[in-house]
C-alpha cells in the first residue's frame, strides 16, 4: 500500500493553485498556524 503524507499534500496543492496560507485559513476557517502546521506534519487535526 502507498503512504500518502498528507503534509507534503497539502503544501503541494496549495502552492499549485497559487494561495496562500491565510488563504486557507479563512476558507476553512482556522488559523494560519493551523495550516502551517498541517504543511510541516506537526498537527493532523
Known amino acids: ?3 500518502i503524507n498528507i503534509a ?3 503544501h ?3 502552492k499549485e493553485l497559487r494561495l ?3 488563504d ?3 476558507y476553512i476557517g482556522v488559523s ?3 495550516v502551517s502546521k ?3 506534519g506537526v ?3
Request: charged share 30%; aromatic share 4%.
Open 1 to 3: 500500500m502507498k503512504e
Open 8 to 10: 507534503q499534500v497539502i
Open 12 to 14: 503541494a496543492k496549495r
Open 20 to 22: 496562500t496560507q491565510d
Open 24 to 26: 486557507i485559513a479563512a
Open 32 to 34: 494560519k498556524a493551523s
Open 38 to 40: 498541517w504543511e510541516t
Open 43 to 45: 498537527s493532523q487535526s
